[in-house]
């Protein structure tokens, strides 16, 4: 596949992802979450507490911002990966003000109950969700599609995918977020994700190295 079709198919993935974070969000907005959905999310509620507030506060700047840091300063030395490094700090950037922008867009109250923290911030969409596949999930398959070793590279993907479904749940046990919010936030993460990939294919033509749609060897 040449540069210019990986990165347009991957535009193309971006605004489909896109569209139904912004259906959804237009579905849901000033309204409650469907009763079905309620039932199911009150079962969850107040479960693993502990857990749940160290898996949220992995999306905190206090816990993102080194992480950076330290991605940053590997650039430096690990040239391979510089490419990958930088697109996923530029997703997770976008991951997180595009979920600032759209809460005070959609403006959907907060679920009423909550433990921990109380969040005075709008619920939709969920910026840990974002955060946590614009920039955790998007990690995960960096080193899924990467030239490491198959079971290394297939046990990173797993606990990263498996990290980012964790945040998610996380904010249901905290009382924080509704489903339909989480969902809206993967999807906007997941759409920051393809894009930063799309600019990188259309710049450098490779990204993450053998299999990736797209792609060529690794950057």
Request: with cysteine.
């Amino acid at each position: 596949m040449t540069r210019e079709r990986g990165a347009a198919a991957y535009l193309v993935t971006g605004a489909i992802g896109f569209v139904l974070f912004f259906l959804l969000g237009t579905a849901v907005g000033h309204r409650s979450e469907p009763a079905l959905l309620l039932s199911w999310e009150h079962s969850l509620f107040d479960h693993a507490t502990p857990l749940a507030w160290r898996l949220t506060q992995s999306c905190y700047p206090m816990v993102v911002i080194p992480i950076c840091i330290v991605l940053l300063v590997a650039a430096l030395v690990l040239r391979a990966w510089r490419v990958r490094i930088l697109l996923s700090i530029v997703s997770l950037l976008i991951s997180w003000r595009a979920a600032d922008f759209f809460q005070h867009y959609f403006a959907r109250p907060r679920p009423a109950d909550w433990v921990v923290k109380h969040e005075l911030t709008f619920s939709y969409p969920s910026s840990h969700a974002a955060i946590a596949f614009g920039f955790y999930a998007l990690w995960a398959a960096l080193f899924y599609y990467s030239d490491l070793p198959r079971p290394l590279r297939l046990a990173a993907a797993a606990l990263l995918t498996i990290f980012a479904l964790a945040i998610c749940w996380s904010r249901l046990a905290l009382g924080a977020h509704y489903l339909t919010d989480l969902v809206g936030g993967a999807l906007l993460g997941l759409t920051a994700a393809v894009i930063s990939v799309a600019v990188a294919v259309a710049f450098f033509g490779r990204v993450a190295g053998s299999g990736a749609p797209g792609q060529n060897r690794a950057a």
